[in-house]
């Protein structure tokens, strides 16, 4: 790639008067040896999944192996059908779409990690919403998804993107700056805009830890996506209305580094900590070695 933070990427679409997702591809192609029309087939491939994913959670009665999680997407889509959402329409069925692809994952069905598993609702859950609500053409949005490539290319290249390395801020955390990112590019934003939104949305999860219930990617991770995506489209807005991000997006980014590397083990996608380790936690996880004897 020809950038290695996020300024380089800004300051290299300025020089060529391109977009994010243009650079990004054109990088993409070179690296594999690939034409950008395969590479764009290929995401193209991958889109699908994601849609194919949010519907399924949507359509069907799921459940996870362990039996712990599943139906909420229906329930909070059925909620944002029949009432008058806190949050309005738009938010709230950005936040059952990402639930309905959580859930997906949650009983072994077929997703994109985005970054990860544990985080592969955040991305579907935002862009699938607004292509509904916009009538984008899914072209826009497999663009959309190499912009947040090139964003999380930057994130893991410079910090974390796994919870067991950097807690939940590294998982969830990196889906929602990828989204808010991506989402300014696809309303219009300029790549500067895109990136103020990287550092809004990862400024409000740092910290985050990665605490597991029974160590499943689904209490609290499931629910975690929902609020990601709405989290990623409020970034993308205040970019968008030109809120800057304070600090610069990459020196969050060496933030998430730091504190990531800081936080104890127990924090980390080992369940020995945080929520994994209340009395119900516990009583969960107990509950669970019990059944498989």
């Not at 991958?46 to 997407?73: P, R």
């Not at 997906?104 to 609702?121: D, Q």
């Not at 990862?202 to 975690?224: A, F, Q």
């Not at 590397?261 to 080992?270: I, N, Q, V």
Request: aromatic share 4%.
């Amino acid at each position: 790639m020809r950038f290695r933070n996020l300024r380089e990427l800004v300051d290299l679409c300025a020089k060529e008067a391109r977009t994010i997702s243009a650079i990004m591809i054109e990088d993409q192609a070179a690296e594999s040896g690939q034409t950008e029309a395969e590479v764009l087939a290929a995401m193209s491939e991958y889109y699908q999944i994601m849609k194919s994913a949010v519907h399924k959670g949507l359509t069907e009665d799921i459940t996870s192996t362990s039996g712990l999680t599943g139906g909420d997407a229906k329930r909070v889509d059925q909620y944002r059908k029949t009432q008058q959402a806190s949050v309005g329409d738009s938010a709230s069925q950005a936040m059952a779409y990402a639930l309905a692809v959580s859930e997906v994952n949650a009983s072994m069905g077929r997703i994109v990690a985005t970054p990860t598993a544990g985080s592969c609702g955040i991305i579907p859950g935002a862009f699938v919403s607004a292509q509904e609500r916009f009538g984008w053409e899914d072209e826009h949005l497999v663009r959309g998804l190499f912009s947040a490539g090139a964003i999380g290319y930057v994130i893991a290249n410079n910090s974390f993107i796994s919870g067991a390395e950097g807690g939940c801020q590294a998982e969830v955390g990196s889906a929602i700056g990828m989204a808010a990112g991506a989402m300014v590019e696809l309303r219009g934003g300029t790549p500067e805009q895109a990136m103020h939104a990287v550092g809004l949305a990862l400024k409000n999860t740092l910290g985050l830890i990665c605490d597991p219930v029974g160590g499943l990617v689904e209490i609290p991770c499931i629910v975690r996506n929902g609020f990601g995506a709405v989290n990623a489209l409020a970034a993308a807005d205040m970019a968008l209305a030109g809120v800057r991000s304070a600090i610069p997006s990459d020196e969050v980014i060496d933030v998430m580094l730091e504190v990531g590397s800081a936080m104890p083990s127990r924090h980390r996608e080992t369940a020995q900590g945080g929520l994994a380790q209340t009395p119900t936690g516990r009583k969960i996880m107990k509950e669970l070695r019990n059944s498989k004897k």
